[in-house]
């Protein structure tokens, strides 16, 4: 979100609660308590939504580390061969018998 629609709707925030705290108290020094208030809880939900991104991009990049360490696992042959490569090496190996077969009386 860009800076000038952030504070925009900062702005937008704050004047509607302190409307709606005046409207309900006719309090001057309520509206300030209040929008005060609102202020700090805001400022909290931004830090904790702060410290939230930080900690999920951790959380992703710790993931990333471990997908290529399975990959380097990958290069070194540590995983079993592939059903084609298996089917492939046991048809060889009839064509073989076969031939074999052929060759005796």
């Known amino acids: ?4 629609m952030f504070c925009c709707v900062l702005g937008l925030v704050l004047c509607s609660t302190a409307l709606t705290v005046y409207f309900a108290s006719h309090s001057i020094g309520t509206v300030v308590v209040t929008t005060l208030a609102c202020s700090l809880l805001l400022q909290l939900a931004y830090f904790a939504s ?5 900690w999920r991009s951790g959380c992703v990049s710790r993931a990333g580390q471990r997908a290529e360490h399975f ?13 084609d490569e298996a089917t492939n090496e046991s048809a060889d190996l009839r064509d073989q018998m076969l031939a074999i077969s052929l060759l005796l009386p």
């Open 1 to 4: 979100m860009p800076f000038r």
């Open 50 to 54: 702060v410290l939230f991104l930080i």
């Open 71 to 83: 990959g380097s696992c990958k290069e070194v042959g540590s995983e079993p061969p592939d059903l």
